[in-house]
């Protein structure tokens, strides 16, 4: 199956600083990649779309300032979250299919631990 | 809005058992249902998609899908200890590049 390349798997950073976690598809180009977040014994939440090209479309109650995405070439999605807190404390995980209304493929993952 | 219902379990089966999990979804207009496999502390893996009513068999696993009771189900034959894992219901209302509706998952443990 197709390759979703995700890092840093795993982020302990301080209150207040960023944090940039990269998605690359290695081997398709993804016009669209699609960003979640899971908390513990909880389900994958889906936080925004990102689109090559343009502006990422965010779920609600997803503040865009907060958690900023770029999808700059058709296999790179960045997923930057700004002044952390340990609230934003997560899994974040990114995804992209290969053709609409398909399935997704996984990157393997970042774990955010905000302290 | 979108939901997607799975029983969180603990669902405890007997190693060589059939294992069955259950989802039920209320977008009538869902047209791919996909059950992903999640070990803890890592990303779900695929492990069945299917589209249209009936069953879809793939080596132990097997999707059934109901579109008119809104129901997806896959079971487990032979189960093995190695099956225990988080088992994700995902569904995707489909006309075009939108994200999944994922269960909160039904959490199996396969006791050898």
């Known amino acids: 199956g197709a390759v979703v390349s995700q890092h840093p798997s795993r982020v302990i950073c301080k209150s207040g600083t960023s944090v940039k976690i990269e998605c690359r598809s290695l081997?398709?180009?993804?016009?669209?990649m699609f960003w979640y977040r899971q908390f513990p014994k909880q389900s994958l939440m889906l936080m925004a779309t990102?689109?090559?090209?343009?502006?990422?479309?965010?779920e609600q109650g997803v503040e865009k300032d907060k958690f900023l995405i770029n999808h700059a070439s058709l296999t790179l999605s960045t997923l930057t979250v700004t002044s952390a807190h340990p609230e934003d404390s997560s899994f974040y995980i990114c995804?992209?299919?290969?053709?609409?209304?398909?399935?997704?493929?996984f990157g393997s993952g970042t774990q955010l631990s905000v302290l | 809005q979108k939901e997607v219902e799975q029983n969180s379990g603990p669902l405890s089966v007997p190693e060589g058992a059939i294992a069955s999990l259950n989802c039920t979804y209320s977008?009538?207009?869902?047209?791919?249902f996909f059950w992903y496999r999640q070990y803890s502390g890592k990303s779900p893996e695929l492990i069945m998609s299917?589209?249209?009513?009936g069953d879809k068999e793939d080596g132990r696993f097997t999707a059934q899908l109901n579109k008119a009771s809104q129901y997806v189900s896959l079971l487990i034959r032979d189960s093995q200890p190695s099956d225990s894992a988080t088992y994700l219901c995902?569904?995707?209302?489909?006309?075009?590049?939108?994200?999944?509706?994922f269960g909160k998952g039904t959490h199996l443990i396969i006791q050898p």
């Open positions: 299917i589209y249209s009513n």
């Open positions: 995804s992209a299919s290969l053709l609409a209304n398909e399935k997704l493929f």
């Open positions: 995902a569904v995707n209302q489909g006309g075009g590049a939108d994200g999944l509706t």
């Open positions: 990102s689109n090559e090209g343009s502006k990422a479309t965010y």
């Open positions: 977008d009538r207009g869902s047209q791919s």
């Open positions: 081997d398709f180009q993804a016009t669209t």
